[in-house]
């Protein structure tokens, strides 16, 4: 399997601040990764694709990085809404799997 | 507007078998990949396996000896069933879409059905 490995695994920030979440892969992934934020509660979302490709209706202040097997997400401009589990996902190799979550608390 | 709706049983007692099944609307599910995923309490999530009608499924090498996904286009749903249970087994189940423009990434998913392990 291929091993997704997330950091930090909670993180506490300002409204206005920026977070970086980053994710390193056990092998190359070219550009299937994939980004999500899950609410208590609720299912992921989606929020990036292909690396970077933000979805329909994120909002620009999410943005995703990265190549081979080191890839970033950051959030500009917290706001209280981005309080969530953020997860990596690759889809580069069956099985598809998922780095371990990052907790992002708004101070 | 996809939507997608997981249903079954809440309750299964170790030993028995596991049986979802995901309604979709808004789309038709014979083109593209359908997914299931799980999370155990508090925990993260677990790739189970998807399929694409018409094709060989791919499974989750962890769960494949006990897993079985299967599409019915007649009804606009994807099954998931999962046998010999244990306690292990027990979390919420989500069935997703897995478009081919978003390169594996899983872009709709349903609200999850929570399937508790237990005598």
């Known amino acids: 399997d291929i091993q997704m490995t997330q950091s930090p695994s909670s993180v506490s920030a300002s409204i206005g601040d920026r977070v970086t979440i980053t994710c390193r892969a056990s092998?190359?992934?070219?550009?299937?990764v994939a980004w999500y934020q899950q609410k208590p509660r609720e299912a992921p979302k989606l929020l990036i694709s292909?690396?970077?490709t933000l979805q329909t209706g994120v909002p620009s202040r999410f943005s995703g990085s990265g190549s081979g097997t080191d890839f970033t997400l950051t959030i500009d401009n917290l706001q209280p809404e981005d309080s969530a589990v953020y997860y990596c996902?690759?889809?580069?190799?069956?099985?598809?799997?998922f780095g371990q979550g990052t907790y992002l608390e708004i101070k | 507007h996809v939507q997608l709706l997981e249903s079954g049983p809440g309750l299964v007692k170790p030993s028995e078998t596991l049986s979802l099944t995901c309604t979709v609307s808004?789309?038709?599910?014979?083109?593209?990949?359908w997914n299931w995923l799980r999370q155990p309490p508090g925990k993260g999530l677990e790739w189970i396996g998807h399929?694409?009608?018409?094709?060989?499924?791919s499974y989750n090498p962890s769960l494949r000896s006990r897993v079985t996904i299967s599409i019915d286009t007649s009804k606009n749903q994807i099954s998931l069933k999962l046998t010999s249970v244990t306690a292990a087994d027990t979390a919420v189940y989500y069935c997703?879409?897995?478009?081919?423009?978003?390169?594996?990434?899983?872009?709709?998913w349903g609200q999850g059905a929570l399937v508790t392990v237990s005598s």
């Open positions: 399929k694409f009608n018409g094709r060989s499924p």
């Open positions: 292909t690396v970077s």
């Open positions: 092998q190359g992934l070219g550009t299937w």
């Open positions: 997703a879409r897995e478009d081919i423009i978003t390169g594996g990434a899983l872009d709709y």
């Open positions: 996902q690759q889809a580069n190799g069956f099985p598809y799997t």
């Open positions: 808004g789309d038709s599910i014979e083109s593209l990949y």
